[in-house]
């Protein structure tokens, strides 16, 4: 009989962590960016939390523990307090739905990264989010512009994807940027001959490039028009060569 209990206590943090990482927007995306020690924590407390709202249910209306459905179950499942373990599962999921009404996935998700991100985290999801192209150097002075594909798990490690349209390094000496590719000719040709009904063995996605969050060392929004007006110097044989952004 100990060991039943056990077991039911056991399923009453069960349902408490299925609600917090499953069923409730608010909780389930700052889950990755917590210790365990804290998930666990909060699990059994939601799990022990629901546990007492159903017994206060069952005492308040007495009938619910006399009904055909509790007798079921009890017969069913061998724990003690069963009824109230898949009472607990139920509260949990519909209480986590009905915040979700008020925080759907997109904005917990923000409050999420925010909250718990950082700034590095929170300015690459926010130029996910607009499509505003961003400059990243890297600890290795290596230089990358372009758009956000896909923006930081909040887990660790992690990397973000990068559609690159320039890269290039930082100088050793000056830290000026000097661009050494420029991709985007590379995609319109290749679209153009894919429109043109050609096979063409690699797609523009396949430029996709993921870089660890934890080698980005500064990023910042890019407008070309500005740095090549502002930032980018003399013109090396009357072509301004590309810089990195207006934004430090």
């Given at each position: 009989m100990e060991a039943l209990g056990s077991a039911?206590?056991?399923?009453?943090?069960?349902?408490?962590?299925?609600?917090?990482?499953?069923?409730c927007h608010y909780t389930k995306f700052r889950w990755e960016a917590l210790a365990w020690e804290q998930n666990a924590f909060e699990s059994a407390a939601c799990?022990?939390?629901?546990?007492?709202?159903?017994?206060?249910?069952?005492?308040?209306?007495?009938?619910?523990?006399?009904s055909g459905a509790a007798q079921l179950l009890k017969s069913a499942l061998p724990f003690p307090f069963s009824g109230s373990l898949v009472a607990a599962f139920a509260v949990g999921?519909?209480?986590?739905h009905a915040v979700n009404l008020a925080w759907n996935a997109s904005r917990s998700h923000r409050r999420a990264v925010?909250?718990?991100?950082?700034?590095?985290?929170?300015?690459?999801?926010?130029?996910a989010h607009s499509g505003n192209p961003v400059a990243l150097s890297m600890d290795t002075r290596k230089v990358y512009v372009g758009s956000v594909v896909v923006p930081p798990a909040l887990r660790e490690?992690?990397?973000?994807v990068l559609m690159p349209t320039l890269s290039g390094y930082r100088d050793e000496t000056t830290r000026q940027v000097v661009f050494t590719t420029a991709y985007e000719e590379?995609?319109?040709?290749?679209?153009?001959r894919q429109d043109a009904g050609e096979d063409v063995e690699i797609d523009v996605d396949a430029f996709q490039i993921?870089?660890?969050?934890?080698?980005?060392?500064?990023?910042?929004?890019?407008?070309?028009?500005?740095?090549?007006?502002y930032f980018s110097g003399p013109p090396e044989e009357d072509e301004p060569l590309p810089g990195e952004g207006a934004r430090h």
């Open positions: 039911a206590l056991l399923l009453f943090a069960i349902a408490g962590y299925v609600t917090l990482r499953h069923s799990g022990f939390a629901l546990f007492l709202a159903v017994r206060l249910l069952v005492v308040l209306i007495p009938p619910l523990h006399e999921m519909a209480g986590g925010r909250n718990h991100g950082g700034d590095l985290r929170a300015f690459l999801h926010d130029a490690p992690s990397h973000v590379v995609y319109e040709d290749l679209l153009r993921v870089l660890p969050l934890a080698a980005i060392a500064s990023a910042n929004l890019y407008d070309n028009d500005v740095y090549l007006r």
